[in-house]
């Protein structure tokens, strides 16, 4: 069973950053897929971001430009650099992991294990 605990959520005003971060209690994270996804109230979870355990990087239009995923595999971590926020961001963001060998990293289906989720609130 692999534990995701994600932090760094809080309140923002429109136009500023936040960092989360996803620590993994694992001792195989390397070998993980991690992406973010995120739920506003009254609407389904929405993709963000992912990174695939090579490295390689997919990001949602909404994030693009605004938004960076990285990789710490020393430390376990997996950390999301969100800039320019915007009142939409507003949600509960949950980081996942996935062991698949072949992945749609857009599809919620395609993680193993999720986090309890951290609020993030943008205002105007």
């Known amino acids: 069973q692999v534990q995701l605990v994600e932090s760094g959520g809080g309140l923002v005003q429109a136009g500023g950053s936040l960092r989360l971060s996803c620590a993994a209690s694992?001792?195989?994270?390397?070998?993980?897929?991690m992406g973010w996804f995120r739920q506003a109230p009254g609407k389904e979870r929405e993709f963000v971001v992912a990174?695939?355990?090579?490295?390689?990087?997919y990001y949602a239009d909404s994030a693009k430009g605004r938004f960076t995923i990285t990789r710490d595999n020393t430390k376990n971590t997996v950390y999301l650099q969100m800039n320019s926020l915007k009142p939409d961001d507003t949600a509960v963001y949950y980081c996942?992991?996935?062991?698949?060998?072949?992945?749609?990293?857009?599809?919620?289906?395609?993680?193993?294990?999720w986090g309890q989720g951290t609020q993030v609130t943008v205002s105007s």
């Open positions: 996942a992991e996935s062991t698949r060998a072949t992945m749609t990293f857009s599809a919620p289906g395609s993680y193993a294990y």
């Open positions: 694992t001792r195989t994270f390397s070998t993980y897929h």
């Open positions: 990174v695939s355990w090579s490295g390689n990087t």
